[in-house]
């Protein structure tokens, strides 16, 4: 059970908010989730880097101090919307996964009410399943995919509600 409530808001990411994330060094396994360099990431218009899918997609979340503390993404496909996340590497760990997914899930929930949300996650990353488990999502697929070393196993989570007794997100 969670002692303390963390707080936490979702606001338009802006570009330094871009760059700082591309400075985040995550330690081993996670570091696979490390981005380009800033100026590559705007060179080539991926992800953030492209100034209209950074507006489109994606968000940075904050804490109650105004503090980077992450970012989402929300792609939005037929029916769903796919949310990515990621969270500042000296915050992992800590017991704040589930409040900040679920700032993260009440935007999404906000921005296409009636879509599904639904995410992917590496089947080894326990910590990231067990914070997305307690903001109400539900495993309920498992598929390999390409990523850049290959083939990986991954589950796909659907929200599908708060079940941790503490009342609707």
């Known amino acids: 059970m969670q002692d303390r409530t963390f707080a936490f808001y979702v606001k338009q990411m802006e570009e330094g908010h871009a760059a700082e994330i591309c400075t985040w060094q995550y330690e081993a396994p996670y570091n696979i989730y490390g981005w380009l360099p800033w100026e590559q990431m705007k060179a080539l218009e991926v ?6 899918i950074r507006k489109q997609q994606y968000v940075s979340i904050m804490d109650d101090q105004n503090r980077l503390s992450g970012f989402a993404q929300y792609f939005p496909m037929e029916g769903v919307t796919r949310i990515g996340i990621g969270m500042k590497p000296e915050l992992c760990g800590h017991g704040r996964g589930r409040d900040f997914v679920t700032a993260i899930v009440q935007e999404g929930l906000r921005r296409a009410p009636g879509k599904e949300l639904d995410l992917e996650v590496l089947t080894w990353n326990n ?3 067990k914070a997305y488990q307690k903001a109400g999502f539900t495993i309920t697929d498992l598929y390999e995919r390409r990523t850049p070393s290959g083939m990986k196993p991954f589950y ?3 929200y599908k509600g708060n079940s941790s007794g503490t009342g609707a997100i």
């Open 156 to 158: 796909c989570m659907v």
């Open 127 to 129: 910590r990231a399943i």
């Open 47 to 52: 992800e953030f880097g492209d100034p209209l």
